[in-house]
């Protein structure tokens, strides 16, 4: 199998690259933004000339190459892994317009553990009343992650309002700060710390007058991502078009 990576020269890529090649895939080479002479593999000026020689795509860039992304991995008609968090309402809905063309597997977080939480998490929104038990998230990252909440954070939200039948974006209380008023009932609320090379931690807590339950995941090493992205790869190239998530590629979809 063929793989090109967007996104080669950043924390994810680089170990994308040593994960593709470990799992016995042909690494083709990638793309970034102002790659460095000497990287060791082709760099295609695009992803569309990237696409045009792989079989699949792995990306892990910025939020703002999703839209142009989206509409060239549709024109080329290739499998595509996207792992990019950050994305907007209009970057997310080009990636479902372009897997109606090819197969997408768009997850915000690839290790097996985050997607076990997410599973549980949406078990808890259904069982635990919203009345009773609100619900907080907290995430701490390294201190170069542009975006947050994290991906993997609203995800968990996400997770949450499902259970409950509501939509987050009519429930999400993020970074409150000064007089924000008493907590709304049945809020998910979000805190997003950032510092050092904390790789990434997420705590979902129900909170009640009477106890707490907390699901805590803490990844010590990205390449948990990385074997999750490749391992993805190898799935998708062989589904037919569609939007999957990483639930899908494990089984527990
Ligand atoms: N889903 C998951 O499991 C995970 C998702 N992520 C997400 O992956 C993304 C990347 O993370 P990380 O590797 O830490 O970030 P880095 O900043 O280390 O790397 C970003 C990469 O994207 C490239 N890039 C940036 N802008 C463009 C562009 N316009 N066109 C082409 N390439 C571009 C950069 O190129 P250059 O070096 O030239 O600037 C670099 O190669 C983030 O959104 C992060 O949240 C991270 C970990 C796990
Ligand atoms: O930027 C990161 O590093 C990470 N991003 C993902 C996210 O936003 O959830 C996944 C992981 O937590 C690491």
Redesign the pocket.
């Known amino acids: 199998m063929r793989i090109g990576i967007?996104?080669?020269?950043?924390?994810?890529?680089?170990?994308l690259a040593e994960e593709a090649r470990a799992a016995g895939a042909d690494l083709i080479g990638?793309?970034?933004?102002?790659?460095?002479e000497g990287l060791g593999v082709p760099l295609f000026p695009?992803?569309a000339a990237m696409a045009a020689a792989a079989d699949v795509v792995i990306d892990?860039?910025?939020?703002?190459?999703a839209q142009?992304?989206a509409a060239a991995m549709a024109a080329c008609g290739k499998a595509w892994v996207?792992?990019?968090?950050?994305l907007s309402a209009a970057d997310e809905a080009a990636v479902a317009a372009a897997a109606a063309r090819i197969p997408v597997v768009y997850?915000?977080?690839?290790?097996a553990g985050?997607n076990l939480v997410l599973a549980l998490a949406e078990r808890m929104g259904a069982t635990l009343p919203a009345e009773t038990y609100d619900a907080e998230i907290i995430e701490m990252?390294?201190r170069?992650?542009?975006?947050a909440p994290?991906?993997?954070a609203v995800a968990m939200g996400r997770a949450v309002a499902k259970g409950r039948g509501v939509l987050l974006d009519d429930v999400m209380e993020s970074g409150r700060h000064g007089h924000t008023g008493a907590r709304r009932t049945g809020a998910i609320g979000f805190a997003a710390l950032r510092g050092g090379q904390v790789?990434?931690e997420h705590s979902l807590i129900f909170a009640s007058g009477t106890e707490h339950i907390v699901l805590t995941h803490r990844?010590f090493d990205?390449r948990?991502?990385?074997t999750?992205?490749v391992r993805a790869a190898h799935w998708v190239v062989s589904q037919p078009p569609r939007l999957y998530t990483?639930m899908d590629v494990l089984g527990m979809a």
Do not use: E, Y
């Open positions: 967007a996104g080669i020269t950043g924390r994810m890529g680089q170990l990638g793309i970034a933004l102002d790659a460095p695009d992803i892990f860039t910025h939020a703002s190459t142009a992304h996207v792992g990019t968090t950050g997850a915000s977080n690839f290790s985050v990252h390294h170069q992650k542009v975006d994290s991906g993997t790789v990434g990844a990205r948990t991502f990385a999750g992205a990483m």
